[in-house]
C-alpha cells in the first residue's frame, strides 16, 4: 500500500524554483521522509532525507510540515538535467529496510 | 559518494538462455543489497532482499527458482534470470546498503532484452 500520494506530472522552467509536494498523512513517529529522483534509463539517485526538522545540502532543501504529515522537495534553480521522475519515500532510517517506490512525480524542466 | 556499479550495463539474449547480472559496492561493505525490475513507463517494483551468506528473501509473486540471487560476499550479489523469456525483458537495478552511513545507493541499472 502507498504510503505517499504525489502529483503526477508537473513543469518548471529553467533557472526557477521547482517545488515538488508530498503527502505522507500515515506517517509513523519513526519513519522519515527521503526523496530519490531517476533520470530516464538510469538507477534512482538519493537526494535528501529529514525526520521533522527543515533539512538543505548541495542537492536541495527538504520542508517537512511541523505534523508531518506532507513535505516539500525545492530544488532551487532548476535546471534541465533535473528533468527525472521524483520519489517521495516514507521508511525507517535504516540502511537495512527495504524501498517502496511508488509512481513518483515526473518533473519536467522547460527552457 | 558510495558507488554501486552493475555488469553488463545492457545485455540482448536468446529465449531460453540463462542471463547473470552483477551488482558490486565499489568503496563500501554492503551486508544487505536489493534488486529491483522496472518495466517502460513504470515505478521500480522490489524483486528479492539478498544478505550476504545467507538466502535471499523474494517479494510475493516473485519467482525464486527463476530469478537465483547469489551474495556470496559483502561486496557482490548477482542475479540470474534462467530461462529468459520476452516478458522478462526489463530494466533490472540493484542497490546496496551502506551501514555506516544508513543509506542505500542505487546501481546503474542493466537493460534485458528476450529476443
Known amino acids: 500500500d502507498a504510503k505517499t500520494t504525489q502529483p503526477t506530472s508537473m513543469d518548471c522552467a529553467e533557472g526557477r524554483a521547482a517545488n515538488l509536494p508530498c503527502n505522507h498523512s500515515?506517517?509513523?513517529?519513526?519513519?522519515?521522509v527521503y526523496w530519490y529522483r531517476q533520470i530516464h534509463s538510469q538507477g534512482p539517485q538519493y537526494i535528501i532525507h529529514?525526520?521533522?526538522n527543515n533539512e538543505t545540502n548541495e542537492m536541495a532543501s527538504l520542508i517537512i510540515t511541523e505534523d508531518r504529515k506532507s513535505s516539500t522537495l525545492i530544488l532551487p534553480h532548476a535546471t534541465l538535467r533535473d528533468t527525472a521522475v521524483y520519489y517521495c519515500?516514507?521508511?525507517?532510517?535504516?540502511?537495512?529496510?527495504?524501498?517502496?517506490f511508488g509512481p513518483g512525480t515526473s518533473l519536467s524542466v522547460i527552457p | 559518494g558510495a558507488v554501486v556499479s552493475q555488469h553488463p550495463s545492457w545485455v540482448i539474449c536468446k529465449s531460453g538462455t540463462s542471463v547473470k547480472i552483477e551488482c558490486r559496492s565499489l568503496?563500501?561493505?554492503?551486508?544487505?543489497m536489493f534488486w529491483y525490475r522496472q518495466f517502460p513507463k513504470q515505478s521500480l517494483m522490489l524483486m528479492a532482499t539478498?544478505?550476504?551468506?545467507?538466502?535471499?528473501?523474494?517479494e510475493q509473486g516473485v519467482e525464486k527458482d527463476k530469478f537465483l540471487i547469489n551474495h556470496a560476499s559483502l561486496t557482490l550479489s548477482t542475479l540470474t534470470v534462467t530461462s529468459a523469456h520476452p516478458e522478462d525483458s526489463s530494466f533490472y537495478i540493484c542497490?546496496?546498503?551502506?551501514?555506516?552511513?544508513?543509506?542505500?545507493?542505487f546501481g546503474p541499472g542493466t537493460r534485458l532484452t528476450v529476443l
Open positions: 568503496d563500501f561493505q554492503a551486508t544487505t
Open positions: 539478498s544478505n550476504e551468506g545467507s538466502k535471499a528473501t523474494y
Open positions: 519515500i516514507v521508511r525507517v532510517a535504516t540502511s537495512y529496510d527495504k524501498v517502496i
Open positions: 529529514g525526520l521533522k
Open positions: 542497490s546496496a546498503s551502506n551501514p555506516i552511513e544508513d543509506t542505500q545507493y
Open positions: 500515515t506517517i509513523s513517529g519513526n519513519e522519515y
